[in-house]
C-alpha cells in the first residue's frame, strides 16, 4: 500500500513515520511539509536518520496514493478536504477537523464555522475498539485526540454497561509536553514548564466533545500540564447507580478490551506500581532505538496506545492501556 | 477451571498442588490452592505479625 502524510515534520508526522517506516504492509511513498522541503526526514526527526532516504516534498508536489494521512495543525484540512480525497482511496485526518459529527460543536471548542459539515457524517471516529470495522470501510476517517482516546476507553464501557451514571463524569488528566505539537508556543518551553504543574484547562478543553460524543457520558474535564514528555494519565470518576464489586468491574472492562491488542487491563493487588503509569513501559522490553528520540523512556506506556502527539495512556484505576 | 475470587479471571489448574501459592495474572493477588481435586483456589491468607514472639 502505498502512503504519503501531508505535514510530516511536526511530533504526529514523526510519530506516524516511526510506526509506517517499518510497517510490512506499506510503502512510504512521499513526505510533505513546506517549511523542510528538500531536507531529509532525519533533519526534522532525528531517531529516523538513516532509516530512511526519503525527503521531504512541498505540499503542492502531492502525488496520488492509496491511504494519505494528515498531520497538519487544526483547521487546516477542513477547507481543502473535498479536494484532498480525490488525491487517494483513503485519508486519514490526525487532526480535529472531522472528529466531531456536530457542527455547531466547532463554533463551541474551536471557535469557528465547519466550512464542510456534509462530511461530518461521512468521517469515523478512528478509535479502532470502538469503530473497527467501520474505519475499515471508510474513506475518511478522524484520529481522536490524545486525552479524549484516553477517557473514552475508560468510562465508555462503564455507561454502556449501565453501571454509571452518564449525567456526570469527571475526568482529571495530566498530559506532557509533547501533546502541545512541535509548535506548541512559549508555555510549551521546557523554561515554562520545567519543574511546574499546570492546570492550563480547568474546564472546556476541546476534547470534552469528543468524550461526550463517544463515551455517551457528560464530562467535566480539567487537564494539566506536568514534567513529562509523552505520556497521559487521565483519572476518571464516575457514580455508580447502583453497586457493584470489583469483579464486575473486571468483567465490563475484559468484554470490552480482553482481545483487544493495544488495551491492557492494569490493577496489581499489590507491590509499588498497581495503576496505570505512563511513564513505565509496562512490557519488559528494552527500549528500541527507534523509539523516538524525544522523552528519555522511549514512547510507550502503560496503560499504552500509540496517540500522536500525545502518545497517551489513561485510564483510571481499571483501565486499559490504550496501547 | 475455577476463577480468581478477586478479578473473575480464569484460572486453569495446570500443573498447581494444593497448598500452592502464586499470583492471579490479571489483578496479582496472591491465590492458594486450597483443593487440587476439584480444582478450588482462594485468596492466600496474608503474614500477621506475632506480636508474641
Known sequence: MKVAIVGGSGYTGGELLR?????????????TSD????????????????ATDLTFTPHAELDPCDLLFLAMPHGRAMERMPEILTRAGKVIDLSADFRLRDAAL?????????????????????LPELHREEIRGATLVSGPGCIAAAAILAVRPLAEAGL????????????????GGADGGPASAHAERSGVIRAYAPANHRHTAEIEQEAGVKA???CHAVEAVRGILATCHAFLREPVTEKDLWRVYREAYGAEPFVRIVKEASGLYRYP????RGDGRPRQPDEGGRGERGPVHEPRRRVPGGDGARVPRFASDLR | MTECPECGRAIEKKNLIEGEIFPCPDCGVELEVTSAEPFRVDAAPHEEEDWGE
Open chain 1, 106 to 126: 466547532y463554533r463551541t471548542y474551536y471557535n469557528l464555522d465547519h466550512p464542510h459539515p456534509e462530511l461530518l457524517s461521512k468521517s469515523v471516529y478512528g
Open chain 1, 277 to 280: 503509569e505512563p511513564k513505565r
Open chain 1, 35 to 50: 517549511s523542510m522541503a528538500g531536507k531529509p526526514l532525519g533533519r526534522a526527526h532525528p531517531n529516523l536518520r538513516r
Open chain 1, 19 to 31: 510506526l509506517l517506516l517499518r510497517h510490512p504492509k506499506v510503502e512510504v511513498a512521499q513526505v
Open chain 1, 220 to 222: 467535566a474535564l480539567s
Open chain 1, 164 to 179: 454509571i451514571d452518564t449525567e456526570r463524569v469527571v475526568i482529571d488528566a495530566k498530559t506532557g509536553s509533547s501533546a
